[in-house]
């Protein structure tokens, strides 16, 4: 146990030792700081386990009883797995078209935040890629799916877990017993209620040995969202592809579709000349999901991946925007050597406007975000940056804008809006509509406003709502830019 110590990186034992401090463990000389003051002159000021050296590290991990280093020793074999999977890349002549679409969702930005996982945890199982070339070899797939329902204690339980393989074969379709009281098991969306699980006496734990079998020698899981399916049944798998990450959409560096979404038909999405990716939505509105459904479905879609190919973006004609996404303008073509915090520039006098965090991979520029407090601080954000006013593939107003930076240099980029939909534009604008003017649907499902011809007692209770949603807009505006503060003080401050 304590050979595999020795020989982990600095960056790893540095882990270890933060992780020993969140959960508050203790070896035989105490926590990290009371090590400190024992064994280190410095003392504990520099408490920063990074900053320290290597060998003192080693010392303090290897106080702890071999209990607590097996802990140690799982997040060694991971850190190892992840640096293999990482690294496999530089072997581009061996990479198949399968494990590219792995390697696309690796890269993906999602992919670092949603799949770290605490598989060190109680309960939770690892799989293991084993001899490492001959695991990517393998070309098996499969796709997975699962329900969860709320439980009394405030957590979220599994209660159904689908997987099928790449010929859409039913593999694993079994409900689970979560072994605890359920306060909700949410059966407009799951589709199962109490009665379903009546006599079922199949567990987590059963349901990770048939994972741990299905997923040996280098398989291939498939899911939508597969992060979420991975934290409901606690195992951690390397070798993944995740529909949310391998799609592009133009122009839209965050936008994460739903399943129904990319499976729908061409009147939402276009992948340049196929009309559709699949050509049927998963599930009609105000249906529950079918976990085996969906399970399928995320397989069709990587499936449709390999057959039309990696590079070809979405062009999203009528998706329906959150509203929290309308309070953004896109920023792209942004020459990858200027930093985020110039784009400031962008909106003078505009203290309330703030630059989403992007990562800058090896291309010469690269897309982000404006965030407003409201729609409407957004379209007037737009309005005022000058620029030469075109539109885009899809039909959205954009500018292109020249940009004075700090250094004196100006450099050249779009802004544009989210969504091109004149009603939504003009709704946004007037911030002092009339309250007798609602939003409604027509017949073809396009966005009109009505405006009731005669006093209504629900027009208060409208505007009583509207009021509270900008009040709750504007908390998680603030919540988002303290965020973003703490996130610049943190990478001046940390070493990456």
Request: charged content about 30%.
């Amino acid at each position: 146990m304590g050979k595999a110590i020795d020989r982990a990186s600095k960056e790893v034992l540095a882990e270890m030792v933060r992780l020993t401090q969140r959960q508050g463990l203790k070896g035989a000389a105490g926590g990290w700081k009371d090590f400190l003051q024992c064994h280190d002159k410095k003392g504990s000021g520099l408490s920063d386990p990074i900053r320290r050296s290597r060998e003192l590290l080693v010392d303090f991990l290897q106080t702890f009883t071999k209990e607590q280093q097996k802990v140690f020793n799982k997040i060694i074999r991971r850190n190892n797995d992840h640096n293999a999977m990482k690294q496999f890349k530089d072997f581009a002549h061996l990479e198949s078209p399968k494990q590219r679409l792995v390697r696309l969702t690796m890269e993906h930005p999602k992919y670092t935040k949603e799949f770290c996982f605490p598989f060190y945890d109680e309960g939770w199982v690892t799989t293991h890629l084993g001899e490492f070339f001959e695991a990517m070899k393998s070309e098996t797939m499969l796709a997975i799916d699962c329900e969860m329902a709320l439980c009394e204690d405030g957590t979220e339980a599994v209660v159904k877990v689908c997987v099928v393989d790449q010929d859409l074969q039913v593999k694993l379709d079994q409900l689970v017993n979560p072994m605890k009281p359920v306060a909700d098991y949410r059966t407009n969306i799951t589709g199962i209620d109490s009665k379903d699980l009546e006599g079922v006496t199949c567990s987590l734990a059963d349901i990770q040995k048939s994972l741990k079998k299905l997923l040996s020698h280098g398989t291939i899981l498939v899911g939508h969202s597969l992060y979420n399916d991975l934290r409901a049944v606690k195992v951690d798998h390397l070798r993944v592809i995740d529909t949310v990450c391998i799609f592009k959409f133009v122009d839209l560096p965050n936008f994460s579709p739903s399943l129904n979404t990319l499976c729908k038909d061409s009147s939402v999405i276009q992948l340049h000349d196929l009309q559709v990716v699949l050509g049927f939505p998963v599930r009609n509105d105000g249906e529950p999901h079918n976990c085996l459904n969906d399970a399928q479905a995320a397989m069709k879609l990587v499936l449709a991946k390999l057959e039309h190919g990696y590079e070809d973006l979405i062009v999203t004609t009528d998706v329906e925007m959150p509203r929290c996404d309308s309070a953004k303008l896109l920023l792209h073509n942004i020459p990858v050597e200027i930093p985020a915090q110039e784009l400031h520039l962008l909106f003078p006098g505009d203290d309330d406007v703030t630059i989403e965090s992007a990562t800058k991979q090896r291309v010469e520029s690269y897309t982000t975000c404006a965030v407003f407090r409201s729609p409407v601080q957004a379209d007037k954000a737009f309005d005022k940056v000058n620029g030469n006013l075109t539109k885009d593939s899809a039909g959205r107003l954009q500018k292109s804008v020249s940009l004075k930076l700090g250094s004196g240099k100006t450099t050249q980029l779009y802004v544009r809006k989210m969504t091109n939909d004149p009603d939504v534009s003009k709704m946004l604008r007037d911030e002092n509509a009339e309250p007798l003017q609602q939003q409604a649907i027509d017949g073809n499902g396009s966005k009109r406003l009505k405006t009731c011809s005669y006093p209504c007692d629900h027009v208060k209770e409208i505007e009583k709502l509207r009021e509270d949603l900008r009040r709750r807009e504007e908390e998680i505006f603030n919540l988002q830019k303290a965020l973003a503060q703490v996130k610049s003080i943190c990478d001046r401050e940390l070493p990456c």
